[in-house]
């Protein structure tokens, strides 16, 4: 199986082009939706959190007030990291779920859209490596405007995470989306012919149709064996 990673900065456009890869019939593991379900009230990652930062942060319903949360973690890096270290072992199991069942389906080709990719050390999982880079005004513009939320909100988001100048200089494809919707679907043409290649021998080792070869092989020899055995000591 061929696991892309998918990452860039916060508003650079990665589900943008995550719903263009859906559009052409590849899957993809979406990590903040996953984080949203390890937050989900009652579950580990729940208590966890409400332990560390107190019942101020819950709504009256008992769910996390996310914008709340999302204001004291994205203006104190100590607070955000306590947020990142309870959260990241629910985050990496419940990605290696989704990818399960992906890899159970058939899939060969995958993409992990994970923001923190780099930060969680995750890149090494994934090959090849996609960064949508945007230059840094455009990125601002498009935060404010899709959150509706402040400059100086906005722009402490984006210093949350590395830069993305940093981001590109460790991809192997990079997706400039500064320009126009167009332009970008123009550049993913490329992209989709990269990741669509055909697998190499590793990749098809990791894929459910190699494992299952694997297996054929494995049993087909012990069969083989068996019978050479068994002949050669009648
Ligand atoms: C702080 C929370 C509650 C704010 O929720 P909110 O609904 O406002 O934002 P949402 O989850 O949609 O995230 C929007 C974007 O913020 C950025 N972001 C989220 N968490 C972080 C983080 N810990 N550090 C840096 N950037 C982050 C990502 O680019 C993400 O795409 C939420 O982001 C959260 O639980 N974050 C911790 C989990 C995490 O690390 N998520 C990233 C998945 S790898
Ligand atoms: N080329 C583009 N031209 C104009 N607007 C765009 C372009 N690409 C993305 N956008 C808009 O910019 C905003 C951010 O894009 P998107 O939500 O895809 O980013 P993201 O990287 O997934 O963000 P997050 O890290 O918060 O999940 C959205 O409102 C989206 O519609």
Known sequence: MRIVGLTGGIASGKSTVSNLFKTHGIPVVDADLVARDVLKKGTGGWKKVVSAFGEDILRPDGEVDRPKLGQIVFSNPEKRQLLNRL???????????????????????????????????????TKPIIVVWVDPETQVQRLMLRDRTSEDDAQNRINAQMSLDLKRTRADIVID??????????QF?????EVTKPLTWTEFGLSRQGAASVLVSIIVGVLIFRKVYSTGSL
């Open 189 to 193: 043409q490329n992209v989709l012919f």
């Open 87 to 125: 959260l990241a072992p629910y985050i990496s199991s419940g990605i290696f779920w989704e990818m399960l069942k992906l890899w159970m389906k058939g899939f060969k080709v995958i993409v992990l859209d994970v923001p923190l990719l780099f930060e969680a050390k995750m890149d090494k999982w």
């Open 177 to 186: 989306n500064t320009g126009s919707l167009e332009d970008l679907k123009e």
